[in-house]
């Protein structure tokens, strides 16, 4: 149990366009969902927080007029990158989180971005 | 905030080696502690976890215990296996469910 898909895998797209990529718990509510940047070889860079129906709450120096952020139900968020340049090409990862799971989420297998 | 210090790679062995990982954190409170693995090509997957001080976690033959007193969780394997070639993240979880990664062990298992 507790899986999370994310879909597309890898997107290419043109600079100025906008892309969006699709969470979903596939067999659990996500209680919250949580939208994740990776750039090569390094951490995972944690972008905003959402809870199902409320606005996401970004971390500090992350545009959320550029990454925008919809959590629709409790098992699907998505994340739009507006007017995509290719400074945010990246690997982005979604993971989702459920009551009683202590703290442990619950990651989705990323979707690579490529600008260009 | 939350951070987290990991033994930086990039860590190679040979097939049956022993496995240490270091790994401390700083944290408010009394934070979950989690090892992820991020295999080649795939999604980052739970490792092990401890929830309390002095807790062990285990799975795969890996082994790490919530060290409150040193505020450490190394993660230790007796005998590591090519298969376990990957990078390993500690993680601190806070009460509101966020995550604070490690920046990554590059872990190469040569046969």
């Known amino acids: 149990g507790a899986v999370v898909s994310q879909h597309p895998s890898w997107v290419i797209c043109k600079s100025g366009t906008s892309v969006k990529i699709e969470c979903r718990s596939l067999d659990f509510q996500a209680t919250t969902m949580f939208w994740y940047r990776q750039f090569p070889k390094q951490s995972l860079m944690l972008m905003a927080t959402?809870?199902?129906?409320?606005?996401?709450?970004?971390e500090q120096g992350v545009e959320k007029d550029k990454f925008l952020i919809n959590h629709a139900s409790l098992t699907l968020s998505t994340l739009t990158v507006t007017s995509a340049h290719p400074e945010d090409s990246s690997f982005y990862i979604c993971s989702a989180s459920r009551t009683g799971a202590q703290g442990e989420q619950f990651f989705g297998p990323g979707t690579r971005l490529t600008v260009l | 905030g939350d951070s987290v210090t990991q033994m930086e790679g990039p860590v190679t062995l040979s097939e049956e080696a022993f496995l240490t990982i270091n790994c401390t954190y700083t944290a408010t409170g009394y934070p979950s502690l989690f090892w992820y693995v991020q295999y080649p090509g795939e999604g980052l997957q739970l490792l092990l976890k401890a929830t309390k001080a002095d807790d062990k976690g285990s799975n795969k033959g890996f082994e790490a215990t919530y060290r409150k007193e040193t505020t450490s969780f190394h993660l230790e394997k007796g005998s590591v296996q090519v298969s376990d070639s990957a990078v390993y993240f500690c993680v601190t979880g806070g009460s509101n469910y966020k995550l604070t990664f490690g920046k990554g062990t590059l872990l190469t298992v040569n046969p």
């Open positions: 959402s809870n199902e129906g409320s606005k996401a709450t970004y």
